[in-house]
Structure formats: C-alpha cells, structure tokens
C-alpha cells in the first residue's frame, strides 16, 4: 500500500484534475489519495480573512459575497469540467455550494465582530482542501473508482487546539487512523484526504501549518504503516537549489531523511519539515515526483545511501526571515537565558529557524518574518531590563544553508564556502553549523541572496558534476 499526496498545482483546473486522476488510477497499488487545495486558494482565503476583519461594516456583506460567487464558479466549472454525469455533476454543485455557503456566513461574522482568531483563520483556510477533495472523488467515481472525501478528522487525524500549527496527538491518532482508513481500504474504496486539515479533541477544524498537506501524507503513511509516501508536486524532485532562484537546478536521484529535512528548514518548499520525522519513524521511503513528467525518476528520500555521489547536494535559501539580536552586559549573569527564551517562543508557537551567540552578552537568532511582532512584544515584556539591554531586528535577509550529509567529518568545506562569499563580495551577517554537521547555514542581506546562491551551485554543484 502506498499513500498519494497531490499539491495544489497538480489540481490547479479541471485539465489537471483529469491528468492528476489518471495518474491515481494507474497506479496498481492499494493507496490512500491526500489532497491540497486547488493552486492559489489557500493564499486567497487567508487574504479575504485578513482583509474583511479591517473593512467598515457597511461593505462587509459586499465584499463576502463577490469573494465567495468567484470561489463557487471556480469550483463549479472544475467540477463540471471532470464530472461526466449530469447527476453527479448537480450533486457535486450543490456540495460545493453549500459549503461555499458555511464560508460566506463564517466570513460576513469574521467581518461585523472585527475579530480574526486563529480558530476562525483555521477554519476559513479549511475551506480549499473541504471543496477540492469533493472535486477529485467524485472525478475518480467519474472515471469508475469507488471513492470517498474524508477530512483529516475523519481519517483519524486529531490535532492538539494549537490553531494554526496544530500537532497530532500521536496517542490517539495511532489507532484512529487504521480505524479510519482501514475498512475502507478493505471494502476496496479509495479513500481521498484533505491535506492539511484536521481537527482537535472537540472536532474543531485545526490546520497543520502552510504547506502541511504532506505532513498529513506522511501521518497517514507512518500509522498504516505504508511501502511508500509519494509527494506529486510541479517540479522533478528535489532539487539542488530553488528553481526560482536558478532555473538550471536538478533534481537530487537520493537524499537521506536527515538531508531532506535540512533541505525543508532552511527554504526548500517542495516538502513541508514535518513530514519527515514520521516517515522517519516507520522507515518509509518518500518519493517526491512531478506530475507533469510522471515518467522522470524524481527524488527518493531514505535513512541510508549505500554510497555518497557528492559531498553537497543542495543549498537552499530561505526569504521571509528576519534576525532578532539580544544584546546587554547582564546575560552574562542571567543564568539559563536560552533556555528562557527558547521555552517562551515555543509556548508561543514561534520557531527558532537558526541561532548563534557569540559572545555571553550577545543572542542572536532567526525567526519567520510573520512571527516577528509577536516575538517582540513577548520579549520586551519578559527579558528587556531584565539582564537584557536592547533587542534590535535585522530585516531584509536571507539564511542560506549548504547541506550535504558528506560534509561529515570532511575537512575545509566552511573555508571554501565563505571563501567563495568573500570572491564575490558579500559579507556575512550571522553563521551556524548544525551538530548534526550535515548543513552549515548563514546570513546574508537580501540583496545578496541570490549571487550567493548561483557562486554556490556553480562550485560544489555544476564544477563536481563535471569532475565525477
Ligand atoms: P505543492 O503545491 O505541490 O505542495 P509547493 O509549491 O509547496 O508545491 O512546492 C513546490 C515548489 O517548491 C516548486 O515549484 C519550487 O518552486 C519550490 N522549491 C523551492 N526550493 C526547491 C528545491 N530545492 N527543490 C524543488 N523545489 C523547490
Ligand atoms: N493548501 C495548504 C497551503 O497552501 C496546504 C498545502 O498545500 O500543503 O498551505
Ligand atoms: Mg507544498
């Protein structure tokens, strides 16, 4: 049994659903199928929430219904454009609509209370993956395959009530899943999964963070304890850098766990962190392939490679961060101030992306740009006076991360990495290799960002293939 899990570019209109499909049924295997939203959705209800709670109330209904007319005729013509039968195709349209309907009242309240919390963000984001799913069931009952659209609740993944980066209680969840899934399977019914969401204890809807539609592949993977996990993504695998930043980047044949989940921290978006951990546990193979090129070999990420091609398989980097510098004579005396500032950020959903200190009376550490003002205000109100004399935000960088699981015990790979940023003339802001030695990560400004990574690739990437 294998687990299929189709980003939103692989369902980005109705020609991909059809070609998406396709793919599913010609896959032999048993498989459970997890879904994202169609492409952009996700982003487009995270806008419309954002913006109704800063409207005058006298345009709130207004702008609700034009957002939710244009999602309905989105999903509808998709709908119709994969669903052969007129029956089905009007039962479908009527599903969509009435959850179109759930959204738009969600909304129009959002927009009269002024009031956005993360349960309510949760639950208006939950609406792309609730209206895709029942656009590809009923595409593969189209096609003959007897389907069902579960959500992630109804798979059996329950989350804690950490809204907007819930985690699944592994306790529960063991056993909800297989009872979930399992007569499913046996009855030969193909399960379809929203991605992303799930919800908590009560059956409030959670999500699992942005992108975390392959977290939920590699949940459902791990407890059903599957051959494989296949990520069907828009591009060849993994690659060895961001093909946004350089578009002659190839895809890596075999990374290990440790490698991809590297590769995932500092910026490769192409999987979310998450999933590897628990495919990490089973020992489940993740496939990363490209829909569009089904044929191509794509990535596979495994615990161990028999043999290292390269020292360096990748460097990635990460856009939307900003550094948080502690400074003041104090720390020196405050005992355990890492430890304080970790377990504040923590309780407070923030991740620390890369941390240096360089001295006793200097911290510095990265965080997401969107986590930024909250962790401000957390730290000046607990740590500012307190030992600590100033917190000072350094923005506009980008952490890039050189990641290769033979840098390990290989000697002179940092001196020939900051050698080649000082050639090309850019100084670095802040550095840090993990223990683990497989990555070592820096900070630069953002305008340097992508003239490092392109000096980077062309040295330990293009000029080794060349070599071997
Ligand atoms: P999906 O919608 O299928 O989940 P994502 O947009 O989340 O797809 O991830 C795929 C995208 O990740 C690619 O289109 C690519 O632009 C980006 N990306 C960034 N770094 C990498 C990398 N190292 N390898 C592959 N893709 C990457
Ligand atoms: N649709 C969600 C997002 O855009 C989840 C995912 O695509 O993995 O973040
Ligand atoms: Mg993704």
């Not at 399977?185 to 059956?203: C, Q, R, Y």
């Not at 190839?250 to 490698?259: D, F, N, V």
């Amino acid at each position: 049994m294998i687990v299929m899990k189709f980003g939103g570019t692989s369902l980005a209109s109705a020609k991909e659903i059809d070609h998406t499909t396709d793919l599913i049924i010609r896959e032999p295997n048993k498989k459970v199928v997890v879904v994202s939203a169609m492409a952009g959705i996700t982003d487009k209800l995270g806008e419309i929430a954002n913006r109704i709670v800063d409207l005058p109330s006298t345009i709130v209904e207004k702008e609700c219904d034009k957002f939710c007319e244009k999602l309905l005729s989105t999903h509808i013509l998709t709908a119709r454009g994969v669903i052969k039968n007129k029956k089905t195709q009007k039962d479908v349209a009527d599903k969509i609509e009435g959850l179109v309907n759930e959204l738009r009242i969600t909304l129009i309240g959002v927009g009269y209370l002024e009031d956005l919390s993360p349960k309510s963000l949760d639950y208006i984001l939950s609406f792309g993956e609730r209206l895709s799913v029942l656009i590809v069931t009923s595409a593969l009952e189209s096609k003959g395959i007897k389907a069902i659209a579960l959500t992630g609740y109804e798979a059996g993944i329950i989350t804690d009530s950490n809204f907007g980066c819930a985690r699944p209680i592994y306790s529960k969840i063991e056993s909800t899943i297989k009872n979930g899934l399992m007569p499913l399977l046996e009855k030969g019914i193909l399960p379809v999964v929203t991605g992303f969401v799930a919800a908590d204890n009560n059956a409030r809807i959670t999500t699992m963070g942005r992108g975390g539609s392959d977290y939920t592949a590699s949940l459902v993977g791990r407890f059903l304890d599957v051959e494989e996990v296949q990520i069907w993504t828009d591009v060849n695998g993994i690659l060895t850098t961001d093909p946004r930043v350089l578009p002659s980047a190839r895809p890596i044949p075999k990374l290990s766990y440790i490698e991809a989940m590297d590769l995932a921290h500092f910026g490769a978006k192409v999987i979310h962190p998450k999933m590897i951990e628990p495919a990490t546990v089973a020992d489940i193979p993740v496939r990363i392939k490209n829909t569009f090129n089904p044929e191509g070999k794509g990535t596979l990420i495994v615990r161990k490679q028999e043999k290292i091609e390269s020292v360096i398989k990748a460097v990635t980097i990460s856009k939307d961060v900003e550094i948080l510098n502690l400074r003041g004579i104090g720390m020196a005396e405050t005992p355990n101030i890492a430890g304080r500032l970790f377990t504040l950020l923590g309780e407070n959903n923030i991740n620390i992306i890369m941390i240096s200190g360089s001295s006793e009376s200097n911290l510095s550490f990265v965080i997401r740009k969107d986590d930024v003002k909250r962790a401000v205000e957390l730290l000046n109100k607990q740590f500012i006076g307190n030992g600590i004399r100033s917190l000072e935000v350094t923005e506009d960088v980008r952490i890039i991360a050189v990641v290769g699981v033979g840098m390990v015990g290989t000697k002179g790979i940092a001196a020939k990495i900051f050698q080649i940023v000082a050639e090309n003339d850019v100084n670095i802001i802040m550095i840090a290799q993990g223990s683990s030695e497989v990555n070592i990560s820096f900070v630069v400004k953002g305008k340097d960002g992508n003239k490092v990574i392109k000096a980077l690739h062309k040295r330990f990437i293009e000029d080794e293939m060349r070599v071997n």
